[in-house]
């Protein structure tokens, strides 16, 4: 009930010094405001990040990549000498034994270019197409298929000579109304059946072909089985510098690339100048995503060092305020109030002068995170027209710092309000009826 | 005989106790004042009279002796227990009237029931029975920057009656109005003491006033010199 009282008390304070509340606020506004600001903004990026890279596919890969070790040192201080060939790298066998000891946290979804083929259509047109083998299309979501089916892993394991083609493909392959399914398409590499057609995703004909281009000028890409690919170009033998290998996301990424460091330290035993280097998209965007959170926070800090001398224009004021109202406490006293009702009159006072500061410089913070946000999304978007479709700009206001913030204020209205208060509470009500 | 209500013995307050300059301001001041009685206490400035005063009001402690108020002692209690018997027991009216600004007459006549926890609507009731009591009803809600000073000090006293208090404690209550509103002030005085039966002590260095009161206690460098006695 008291408290209900005290709240009054301390409005019609507030409000009887307009002026003065608003400049007493004014480094809590501030100090608020701008920790707002910058979280709306690290939130906004954290969220784009998160929902671009989602927007973009299956992350859920590993790069791994085979390095050489120079300069390194045998038990006996002597160099190590780095006479490795091509057969040091990462080999197939290497991949596939991989996936057969690990079948429940690794699959491999290789893909590679085979090259562009000059095609003969139907009129005895030439046109071209750039040839693709992958495994499967798994987080590949801009493909649509509309006709037949996708190639797959079996196809790949298999090494059947079957293809994926687009729309602009079929039209400019077959003649009108033709059934694309089951067509042959003759290449350097052999012939492949036609099993399935895809839409062209929308980069396709944004970026890559220029407006006005004609239809038969347009290199389209086909899709073959990963492993036909390489039988067909003899390279199933082959060796590379890289790898992407696929994990299943429901296991814990740092045990996988433990697992895997572990399996290719195995595999190089015999060879101590060889090692791998494994990078992880999702370990990036956690990396990204605690380097904005750390900028965020210290900047907020800096920030936040303002609510400090706000809160000290808050006691200041307080005190100001006390003096001023050193007859009204000897009066309230010679009335029965008791140093407890005095003290909380004041904090109470303190709480709310801070409070109010702290909304409006959440409600400022807000506003202009947001309208920070929405001119960097403009230029974002203007600068970078052709790729509009691949961000997914997101902003939005950090709650948990919102939340912080009005905490915060109250705690500064505590801290720095208690002493003044105190000092109110422990004046003597002789004195203080006296004072002029 | 009524009861006693204020049964000082010996009372000494002594100021800067161990310094070079300490001063004993009361010597040794022994008085009773008992229930219903309008009391005078009169005295020159300097005499050591607001010091009584401020001690009869259990703002301050004696240094030596002993103060019953309603038979409880003051010179022991705490700050605490100090503002639950000026909430309780006191009444003051201020030479200033020192209404709390911006904040109305009603609210300003409510506020010692507040500290005494009373509830809002019993509260309400109380104050504008005693506004009623001093004629001030019609004021309620006016702001105190808006009464004049002999409506301030109405307030005032109606203020200072909130809580039944023992003793209404008046310092100089006309001493800031001219002689006009000051009579005034002194009939109501008088209608409380004869209607309400309330025990007031009136702190004034104007003969002419005391001479209205039942009975005058004349203080002078910190010693009672004259007592006209309870009143038969």
């Known amino acids: 009930m008291q408290f209900i009282e005290n709240l009054r008390l301390a409005l019609t304070s507030i409000a009887a010094n307009k002026m003065r509340s608003v400049l007493t606020m004014l480094g809590i506004i501030i100090g608020i405001s701008a920790v707002i600001m910058i979280t709306t903004i690290g939130t906004s990026i954290q969220k784009t990040l998160v929902n671009t890279f989602n927007s973009i596919g299956n992350m859920n890969y590993f790069d791994v990549y085979a390095q050489v070790s120079y300069g390194l040192l045998d038990e006996n201080g002597d160099e190590i000498i780095a006479d490795y060939t091509d057969e040091d790298l990462l080999t197939r066998q290497m991949l596939d034994k991989l996936v057969d000891t690990y079948p429940d946290y690794f699959y491999l979804n290789l893909s590679d270019s085979f090259g562009g083929f000059e095609l003969k259509n139907w009129k005895d047109q030439t046109f071209k197409a750039s040839v693709i083998g992958r495994m499967s299309f798994e987080g590949d979501n801009d493909i649509k298929f509309i006709r037949g089916r996708r190639i797959n892993k079996t196809d790949s394991d298999l090494k059947k000579q079957v293809v994926n083609v687009s729309t602009l493909f079929v039209k400019q392959y077959l003649p009108p109304d033709a059934d694309p399914i089951g067509q042959t398409i003759t290449t350097e590499l052999g012939d492949f059946v036609i099993v399935g057609v895809f839409e062209l995703p929308a980069i396709y004909t944004k970026q890559i072909y220029k407006p006005g281009q004609k239809d038969i000028e347009k290199v389209t890409p086909v899709y073959i089985p990963y492993d036909t690919g390489m039988k067909l170009t003899y390279q199933e033998s082959s060796y590379d510098y890289y790898a992407s290998i696929y994990y299943y996301p429901e296991y814990d990424v740092e045990m996988l690339e433990n697992t895997l460091r572990d399996f290719f330290a195995e595999e190089y035993a015999e060879k101590p100048y060889m090692h791998v280097e494994i990078e992880n998209m999702q370990t990036y965007l956690g990396m990204i995503n605690t380097v904005i959170n750390v900028v965020t926070i210290a900047i907020s800090i800096i920030a936040a060092i303002s609510l400090i001398v706000g809160g000290v224009g808050v006691m200041n004021i307080m005190l100001v305020s006390i003096t001023e109202r050193t007859k009204e406490i000897g009066v309230r006293k010679a009335l029965g109030a008791q140093n407890s009702a005095i003290r909380m009159q004041f904090v109470v006072e303190a709480i709310l002068l801070c409070l109010i500061g702290g909304i409006i410089g959440i409600i400022l913070g807000i506003v202009g995170g947001m309208a920070l946000g929405f001119i960097a999304k403009q230029l974002v978007m203007n600068f970078y027209a052709e790729y509009a479709e691949l961000f997914t700009i997101t902003i939005q206001p950090s709650i948990p710092a919102i939340l912080i913030s009005v905490g915060f204020s109250i705690l500064t209205g505590v801290f720095f309000g208690y002493y003044p208060a105190n000092k109110a509470a422990k004046m003597n009500p002789i004195d203080a009826l006296r004072y002029d | ?232």
């Open chain 2, 1 to 232: 005989m009524n009861k006693t209500v204020i049964e000082m013995r010996n009372i000494i307050k002594r100021y800067y106790i161990g310094q070079p300059n300490e001063l004993q301001i009361l010597n040794g001041i022994s008085l009773d004042i008992h229930e219903h009685e309008f009391v005078s206490i009169v005295g020159q400035s300097g005499s050591g009279k607001s010091t009584l005063m401020n001690m009869i009001g259990a703002l301050d402690r004696p240094t030596e002796g002993t103060y019953l108020l309603n038979g409880m002692d003051i010179s022991t209690l705490d700050d605490y227990e100090l503002s639950h018997i000026r909430n309780q027991e006191i009444g003051f009216v201020f030479q200033t009237f020192n209404l709390i600004s911006r904040t109305n007459a009603l609210k300003n006549v409510e506020m010692p029931m507040m500290y005494a926890g009373i509830p809002r609507k019993k509260r309400l009731a109380r104050a504008m029975e005693l506004l009623e009591i001093v004629g001030m009803a019609d004021r309620a809600d006016h702001q105190p920057n808006e009464l004049s000073g002999g409506q301030k000090q109405r307030v005032a006293i109606a203020r200072a009656m909130a809580n039944k208090p023992s003793i209404l404690l008046a310092d100089e209550p006309t001493g800031a109005l001219d002689s006009k509103t000051g009579r005034m002030i002194m009939d109501l005085f008088h209608k409380l003491h004869d209607e309400e039966g309330t025990t007031i002590v009136l702190i004034t260095h104007s003969n002419e006033l005391a001479a209205e009161t039942e009975r005058i206690i004349t203080i002078s460098d910190g010693n009672v010199i004259s007592d006209t006695g309870v009143k038969a």
